[in-house]
């Protein structure tokens, strides 16, 4: 077919790039981990530095549950809220920590100026390790949610999953936990890191029709190692398509290929959440930058300071 026998509507398609013409509608928040040594704590703050001209609604530092890294988590969460001009979460555990022990620790957030928190139950250990509650612990992210709320007005979030939870045993098993949490004074949801749009789309379909109203983030996760993403899907049961693997296979050794390649993946994937009405985004940064900046500007976000 000659192209001037193309039907008009194939046309307008072919002429339209992807991200022409996005008004920058988003919001977005970045998740982190805590560094272990002082130079990986300097990367982070720049990291999070070059993040925060984005406006974010929020920065988020997971936990710890060790008690060492524990420490460490409240040292640096404090350091981001003393120093980064972007609101910062702190994750909160169950594992390993009585309630009066995790209640001195969300008080000592609260005295630190932070105000939101990431509620979880946490991992028992590797994959496949049944969760054991402390005896006199918090048994479960739903109690968590509801003893941080006894102690301050703090806003929460906690988290949900596209493609249940690996100990839930259906879908309604984990809906009804996350109803829960959302009963217990959970403000939103972030989801667990997923791959392909329709886990979230009928994740949210299911959520609506279970009658759960409250905002639910899908989390995002570039790519920065296929063989790391890989590892955590399994973890977690995150369905990796075959497509993925075979984008990415051979580009190990190809560190600035592989960078872009996982920039295009991680922008279209964006794009077509956005295009069903999608308009928050939390990215698992992993301490980098670049994947999640990137991604942002293509979806029209600017910085701050040149938006004006």
């Given at each position: 077919m000659a192209p001037h026998q193309y039907p008009h509507q194939s046309l307008r398609f072919a002429e339209t790039p992807l991200f022409a013409g996005l008004p920058g509608d988003v919001r977005v928040s970045f998740e982190f981990f805590p560094p272990k040594t002082p130079k990986g704590e300097e990367n982070l703050m720049a990291c999070l530095h070059s993040l925060a001209t984005l406006d974010p609604d929020f920065v988020s530092l997971t936990y710890g549950a060790g008690g060492s890294t524990r420490a460490r988590s409240r040292e640096v969460a404090a350091r981001m809220n003393r120093e980064v001009k972007a609101p910062v979460a702190a994750h909160l555990t169950c594992v390993g920590a009585s309630k009066a022990e995790t209640d001195?620790?969300?008080?000592?957030?609260?005295?630190?100026?932070?105000?939101?928190?990431?509620?979880?139950?946490?991992?028992?250990?590797?994959?496949?390790?049944?969760?054991?509650?402390?005896?006199?612990?918090?048994?479960?992210?739903?109690?968590?949610v509801a003893g941080l709320k006894r102690l301050h007005p703090f806003e929460i979030s906690v988290a949900a999953y596209p493609e249940t939870h690996p100990d839930s045993p259906d879908e309604v098993a984990d809906l009804d936990n996350l109803k829960r949490k959302f009963d217990a004074g959970a403000d939103r949801a972030i989801t667990q890191f997923f791959f392909q749009s329709q886990s979230f789309f009928r994740f949210r379909d299911r959520a609506a029709?279970?009658?759960?109203?409250?905002?639910?983030?899908?989390?995002?996760?570039?790519?920065?190692?296929?063989?790391?993403?890989?590892?955590?899907?399994?973890?977690?049961?995150?369905?990796?398509?075959?497509w993925f693997a075979d984008l990415f296979a051979g580009l190990d050794a190809m560190p600035h290929a592989r960078e872009l390649v996982a920039a295009t993946v991680t922008a279209e994937f964006c794009r077509r959440l956005y295009a069903e009405q999608v308009r928050d985004f939390h990215f698992y940064t992993l301490n980098r930058s670049e994947l999640s900046y990137a991604t942002c500007h293509m979806l029209g976000l600017r910085p701050k300071e040149t938006a004006a």
């Open positions: 001195r620790i969300a008080d000592e957030f609260w005295e630190a100026g932070i105000r939101h928190i990431v509620a979880l139950r946490g991992d028992g250990g590797p994959p496949g390790t049944k969760f054991e509650p402390h005896p006199d612990g918090y048994a479960n992210a739903a109690e968590l029709a279970a009658g759960l109203d409250k905002q639910v983030i899908p989390g995002i996760l570039p790519v920065t190692n296929f063989e790391r993403t890989q590892s955590f899907a399994n973890a977690c049961g995150a369905e990796l398509p075959e």
